[in-house]
């Protein structure tokens, strides 16, 4: 699985990260039209090939490293935060991609989710969200709508499922955005703009899982409904959707309302106009939360606010510490504080 | 003024402090510890505190002991029981009477010895007439007012105040031990180095102690230790954490890899942790994780990205880094795990010794999953058998585990400190860029260990991780007999450590009728015992084992040498159980505590006597 080729930034092209070896996903799957949409952002993101690395948990989609030319690492179920950490502030100069699903995340590996955002170290996340175990073929995941009929919840699930959106904004992240799978303009432009921001980013992607949950964002993806279901938000524009552009959002008495514009004298400019950098996160939460029927599901990205990396932080106090210590070897540290000396082979008394 | 009190020259002696959690006895130990190192004694110390921050005052249940052992002659253990004891309150004194010599000078703190502290210690009786005292040198110090008075002019809150009675204690041992106060006053001058006030008032109380020792009756008797002959060179007082930190930072320079130790906070292991945050001057990162699970999962990022990973822990957390452990063997990734134990399961006596986890270090992992043991035995050796696992790791490309525990955790002892230049190199097997024969798993034939290729090397692009893979090529490999072959690989890989690691020493001779054999924590009292033993004429050696998997190569050929072999452990009998395993046909004797305390020196020489005499 090595390759031995030089190449620079320059001339970079998604064929450099593509393998000879057969993508092991089935025909249909969501995960295919990642893949092809990441090889294609890769030579755009200005970093040479050398310094990407994919790290990825369990489950159909942490499959992802053995499909692209990168360095690669698939680990343990729930543990890619974890281990992607410690690649990112090993070595700061690399760039480093999470590829996880619904259960890898948010179930077995939700508290390394959370601790992750709150130290914000600068990570891209790729979240498949096909809200259902498809590699243990079938159980209900941390999305799994309630009420949902599957193989470990023959009568529905009782459970509540996790927005990943809340999570993000809830454990302090900065930058949160969904896409859909079938969608790879919208998905590029996304994930240029995760690539670029410092800190963890997140980006959703609804993702079909053609076996266990085919069509489970059908009423957000399907062609004849995704303009009324979907609004897709772009920093400095107002929040504007549907299949004529005529509906959009506005904020009355605290909340967000879906308003058609020109009706009850409602214009363009009553519109909100979505600021991804806005560091106060209300709305942002708002937009995450916003589900059907009563609004279009948010699209986009939705919240990039500038923020310091962990590891920056770090290695600034390494820099001072170097710079400040007298111990600069091991073999000071060894000789300082409490030490003494045994001259002779018979110490005299003191 | 007194008459001249009567010296008299010890080869050794062990003092006991002990009071509530708060009375600063931990203090007062490792002063008059670094103090005894200063005048060249030997020493050994043993920290013995419970797992509550501050437990009721004065219960029994909130007394904090420091035990220091120092010497002329060397000093091997902490020492079984106490010569002197200073007891703060009656629950100290009460919890240490099982613990002292006959005849032992005991300094009480009289201030605190009322019927309401008589009751929480659970005395139905003053103890100070009741007799139960008596062949004791008792000495009644009304040490908190004697210290109240002399800060007085210093103007400190009641607590601030208090807080230095600890230095009249120590002015009493100073005392005691016939000592130059100018060293003790050195001691607080670089304790307190930018607080000109608390250096005055302490080194006034510490002075007070000195001169109301001077100036009662009761010690009439005072000792003095004279230096150990110790070889040349430079020396420090160093307990087993700080040790194992120091020699991965060591381990880390050496090699020329950055370390990265990903942790989580756990007694005994947490100083490790502790340590290595404060090493950012020499560019070590200490990444504390949100779990034990993450601490693992970091490190094995960080060492897939070519940087020596660490993980410390104990037993539970052991538990939960089995999965990452698996994932470092399947990726061939180099890794040290440290476990310092305590005593379990679950929660255990968190703060106690034991050696209990040995079957879950060896065996605790799902499939074929072997990994390299190496068992510190002393806390100075700690520091050793840290730059060995990282050394083992990095040039074999696999994880190993450093077993210690609570008793090398936070004893501590005297350590002639090494040159860097006579540690041995660390080869890293690091593949050159762009090089076309790079294979993931291409194994070198010495040691059957494949190659590490880092992040950001140019065209080495590569992909690892848990799932099985092919032979040679790293592709991900479902065929069965290529599963065989590298389960095979794997092991055979782990066997080849054995040509890597000296042979296993005997100490005594080498052949005769009692083989005492131990492993990790335990050599200070075997090998005093076995020494006592051997100057009284008894045909007795031990083998300690450090290199646990694989074993040294000369095992069997120890063995066979002896009529009768012992192995003694702080377990139910673990590591006899694998010996009888990897060595059939001989048998194995046990010797096995499991208290949460270390071996006694009598009651191994009672047991070792009771075989040599049936012989």
């Given amino acids: ?350 | 003024m007194a008459k001249n009190p009567k010296v008299i020259e010890l080869d050794e002696v062990v003092v006991k402090f002990a009071g509530d959690s708060g009375d600063g006895m931990q203090l007062t130990g490792s002063q008059f510890s670094d103090t005894s190192a200063f005048i060249g004694n030997d020493l050994s110390t043993f920290p013995d505190y419970p797992s509550e921050i501050r437990a009721p005052q004065g219960t029994i249940a909130g007394v904090s002991g420091f035990q220091v052992h120092i010497g002329h002659k060397e000093v091997q253990t902490p020492g079984d029981k106490a010569d002197v004891l200073v007891a703060m309150n009656p629950a100290a004194l009460r919890a240490n009477m099982g613990w002292l010599k006959q005849g032992a000078t005991i300094i009480i703190d009289l201030n605190n010895f009322d019927s309401k502290n008589y009751e929480k210690a659970g005395y139905s009786d003053d103890p100070l007439s009741d007799g139960s005292l008596e062949g004791y040198n008792v000495i009644k110090a009304p040490i908190t007012e004697m210290t109240k008075e002399a800060v007085k002019e210093f103007g400190f809150d009641a607590r601030t105040a208090d807080k230095t009675k600890n230095q009249f204690v120590a002015g009493l041992l100073f005392w005691l031990f016939n000592r130059d106060l100018r060293i003790g006053e050195d001691f607080l001058r670089n304790k307190f180095k930018s607080n000109q006030l608390l250096i005055d008032a302490n080194i006034k109380v510490l002075r007070e102690g000195y001169y109301y020792s001077e100036t009662i009756e009761a010690m009439s008797t005072t000792f003095l230790v004279n230096p150990a002959k110790l070889e040349k060179g430079l020396f420090r007082n160093i307990t087993g954490n700080q040790a194992i930190a120091w020699g991965f930072l060591a381990a880390s320079e050496k090699s020329g890899r950055p370390l990265f130790l990903g942790s989580y906070p756990i007694t005994p292991a947490s100083e490790i942790l502790q340590e290595i945050s404060g090493r950012k001057n020499l560019g070590a990162i200490a990444f504390q994780a949100e779990d034990e699970i993450a601490g693992i999962c970091a490190a094995v990022g960080a060492s897939f990205a070519g940087n020596l990973g660490v993980t410390s822990t104990s037993g539970p957390g052991l538990a939960l880094k089995s999965e990452g452990i698996g994932l470092a063997v399947m990726t061939e990734l180099p890794l040290v795990v440290v476990d310092v134990q305590r005593g379990g399961p679950s929660t255990g006596l968190p703060t106690k010794t034991e050696q209990a986890d040995l079957m879950q270090v060896l065996y605790g992992r799902h499939g074929e999953s072997p990994v390299v043991v190496l068992a510190a035995s002393t806390p100075a050796n700690c520091f050793d058998y840290a730059y060995r696992a990282a050394k083992i790791a990095i040039e074999h490309m696999t994880p190993v585990i450093l077993m210690s525990d609570g008793y090398l955790a936070n004893g501590s002892e005297l350590w002639h400190i090494p040159n860097m230049a006579d540690l041995p190199d660390i080869e890293v097997p690091v593949v050159k860029d762009n090089d076309p024969s790079f294979r993931p798993y291409n194994r070198r034939p010495d040691k059957l260990a494949r190659y590490w290729a880092f992040p950001g090397q140019k065209g080495l692009r590569h992909r690892v991780g848990g799932l099985e893979k092919a032979d040679v090529t790293g592709e991900v490999s479902h065929d069965p007999l290529n599963h065989q072959i590298m389960v095979k690989l794997r092991q055979a890989k782990l066997n080849k450590v054995a040509d890597y690691i000296p042979e296993q020493e005997v100490i005594g001779d080498p052949s005769g009728e009692l083989l005492v054999i131990g492993w990790g924590g335990t050599f200070g009292a075997l090998v005093t015992a076995v020494e006592e033993l051997r100057e009284e004429g008894r045909s007795i050696s031990l083998a300690q084992f450090n290199y646990i998997n694989p074993l040294p190569a000369n095992t069997g050929e120890v063995l066979k040498n002896f009529r009768k072999k012992i192995v003694c452990e702080l377990n139910l009998g673990q590591f006899a159980a694998y010996l009888r395993s990897s060595h059939q046909g001989h048998e194995f004797i046990q010797y096995n505590k499991v208290q949460g305390l270390p071996f006694m020196i009598t009651e191994l020489k009672m047991k070792f006597n009771e075989i040599l005499d049936n012989l």
């Fill in chain 1, 1 to 350: 699985m090595a390759e031995n080729e030089i190449n620079t930034v320059e001339g970079l092209t998604r064929q450099d990260f593509k393998l000879s070896d057969p993508v092991k996903w089935c025909a249909g799957c969501g995960g295919h039209a990642v893949l092809s949409t990441v090889q294609a952002v890769l030579p755009e993101i200005g970093v040479e090939k050398e310094k990407i690395v994919f790290v990825s948990g369990i489950g159909c989609s942490s499959r992802f490293p053995y499909y692209i030319n990168t360095y690669g690492f698939h680990s343990l179920h729930g543990r890619g935060a974890a281990i992607a950490s410690g690649i990112k502030l090993a070595n700061p100069e690399l760039n480093v991609w999470l590829v996880t699903g619904d259960g890898d995340l948010m179930a077995i590996g939700g508290n390394h989710f959370i601790h992750l955002l709150r130290r914000n170290i600068d990570l891209n996340i790729l979240l498949f969200n096909n809200k259902i175990y498809g590699l243990t073929k079938g159980q209900y995941s941390p999305t799994t709508p309630q009420g949902s009929i599957t193989k470990t919840s023959p009568e529905g699930t009782v459970e509540n499922p996790f927005n990943p959106g809340e999570l993000v904004l809830g454990a302090q992240g900065t930058f949160f955005a969904r896409v859909v799978d079938t969608e790879p303009r919208m998905m590029k432009e996304v994930l240029i703009h995760a690539a670029q921001h410092t800190g963890t980013s997140v980006v959703e992607v609804l993702q079909n899982c053609v076996i266990f949950n085919n069509k489970v964002h059908a009423e957000i993806t399907g062609k004849e409904v995704k303009d009324e279901n979907q609004i897709h938000l772009r920093h400095g524009e107002p929040m504007i959707f549907g299949k004529n552009s005529d509906r959009g959002l506005i904020m009355k008495d605290l909340r967000l309302q879906v308003v058609r514009i020109g009706e009850n004298g409602v214009t363009e400019k009553d519109l909100l106009v979505h600021n991804v950098h806005d560091p106060e996160g209300t709305i942002h939460y708002m937009l995450t939360r916003m589900s059907l029927p009563e609004y279009p599901i948010a699209m986009g990205v939705i919240r990039d606010c500038e923020s310091t990396a962990y590891e920056n932080l770090l290695y600034e106090q390494v820099r001072q510490a170097k710079g400040k210590s007298k111990i600069k070897t091991v073999e000071d540290l060894l000789h300082s504080g409490n030490v003494f000396e045994v001259k002779d082979e018979e110490p005299s008394d003191i």
